[in-house]
């Protein structure tokens, strides 16, 4: 479909978009951050340091693909969306967050997320501020729903199989914090 059908009739979805775009990568920021988690018990355990990693989510429209010149190409998305997006991530240190996620995002997904609102950013160039929200993990109704037979993935397992101790008393700590902060 033609950019101008897009602009005309804002229904009209491509058959490559993904209506589940949004919750796909707020599960995925989710299960990143669990695995991210016992890996930093496993860094401050073995060598002493810490590991911080945060994350912005954003959505809206942006160009993604191979841009650049003859020269040089570059696969890569631009667009005010993911400017936003990078700018949440660096949020995530004054706020002491893990993941970020703008407003926008949150009308997708609050109904299959777990979202606390945090605080109205403005970002560097922009004159209005973003709502922001910290996206604090799925609602297990929804998941359990999205993931329906589904299993242990065998990659868990295999990471599982070969995981260091440290790293399994990482894992222990996260889901018992869990399961103090949400009931479940």
């Not at 945060?54 to 841009?67: L, W």
């Not at 650049?68 to 631009?78: E, I, P, W």
């Not at 407003?103 to 605080?119: A, G, H, N």
Request: aromatic residues 12%.
């Amino acid at each position: 479909r033609s950019f101008r059908q897009l602009l005309v009739d804002p229904d009209v979805v491509e058959e490559r978009d993904d209506p589940g775009h949004a919750w796909k990568c707020c599960y995925a920021a989710v299960e990143q951050q669990q695995d991210i988690e016992p890996f930093q018990f496993f860094i401050k355990a073995r060598y002493g340091a810490d590991v911080h990693v945060g994350m912005g989510i954003n959505s809206g429209y942006v160009s993604a693909g191979n841009m650049g010149s003859d020269k040089k190409m570059q696969y890569t998305v631009m667009g005010d969306a993911v400017n936003m997006s990078a700018r949440f991530r660096p949020a995530n240190n004054i706020y002491d967050t893990r993941i970020i996620a703008g407003e926008p995002t949150f009308f997708i997904v609050k109904d299959v997320m777990e979202l606390r609102l945090l605080d109205k950013l403005l970002a560097k160039g922009k004159t209005k501020p973003v709502t922001i929200f910290e996206i604090q993990g799925w609602k297990p109704e929804a998941y359990m729903g999205f993931k329906k037979d589904a299993g242990v993935p065998a990659s868990v397992l295999a990471r599982w199989s070969e995981c260091p101790s440290e790293k399994i008393f990482g894992y222990h700590r996260f889901w018992h914090r869990k399961e103090k902060d949400f009931s479940h």
